[in-house]
T-cell receptor
Framework: DAKTTQPTSMDCAEGRAANLPCNHS???????VYWYRQIHSQGPQYIIH???NNETNEMASLIITEDRKSSTLILPHATLRDTAVYYC???????????FGPGTSLSVIP | NAGVTQTPKFRILKIGQSMTLQCTQD?????MYWYRQDPGMGLKLIYY???????DKGEVPNGYNVSRSTTEDFPLRLELAAPSQTSVYFC??????????????FGPGTRLTVT
């Protein structure tokens, strides 16, 4: 199984960019990198995903290193509503003990 | 669209009781999932379905059953509830399957306490 490693917690000042790292050194060539977040007591929310190229959508940007062993989720202008637990998941093409681990708890500070 | 809806929002069960957690999606998604989340932990997959009439086990299926008679509904059945099943249960659905975690949409969750 490709596993992910994320910092337990991070702080970010409101209005600044939040950069959340994820290591996935055993990722396979056909595995996507997914980011979800979970705001307290709510269901998880899909943010973005990528395979090789950097990706951007209305919520965030995803930067994947050339060797694909790590990635960074960027929230360009963090707001208080971005305070949440952020999960980095390496997606399998089929179910194989999907790892939805403890994630990174991001606190956006006024 | 209401998205993914779950009922009930909260429930307290006594040990040995049974109940069904309801999940409905109105996005015409073929793929549906049930997860549980214990306090301070990530999510664990209980069961999933790739279409009506097709279900399969996830990581922690013991003590649960599912059925998928329609595209919209994916109920989760707890038989003989045990304290270890105290958790928050999330239902999710997805349209595409380039990868297992592809853009899943989650419901608001059901908080279950077994005493």
């Amino acid at each position: 199984d490709a596993k992910t490693t994320q910092p337990t917690s991070m702080d970010c000042a409101e209005g600044r960019a939040a950069n959340l790292p994820c290591n996935h050194s055993t990722i396979s060539g056909n595995e996507y990198v997914y980011w979800y977040r979970q705001i307290h007591s709510q269901g998880p929310q899909y943010i973005i995903h990528g395979l090789k190229n950097n990706e951007t959508n209305e919520m965030a940007s995803l930067i994947i290193t050339e060797d694909r062993k790590s990635s960074t989720l960027i929230l360009p202008h963090a707001t208080l509503r971005d305070t949440a637990v952020y999960y980095c998941i390496v997606g399998k093409t089929s179910y194989d003990k999907v790892i939805f681990g403890p994630g990174t708890s991001l606190s956006v500070i006024p | 669209n209401a998205g993914v809806t779950q009922t009930p929002k909260f429930r307290i069960l006594k040990i040995g009781q049974s109940m069904t957690l309801q999940c409905t999606q109105d996005m015409n998604h073929n793929y549906m999932y049930w997860y549980r989340q214990d306090p301070g932990m990530g999510l664990k997959l209980i069961y999933y379905s790739v279409g009506a009439g097709i279900t399969d086990k996830g990581e922690v299926p013991n003590g649960y059953n599912v059925s998928r008679s329609t595209t919209e509904d994916f109920p989760l059945r707890l038989e003989l509830a045990a304290p270890s099943q105290t958790s928050v249960y999330f239902c999710a659905s997805s349209k595409t399957r380039r990868s297992f975690m592809d853009e899943q949409y989650f419901g608001p969750g059901t908080r279950l306490t077994v005493t």
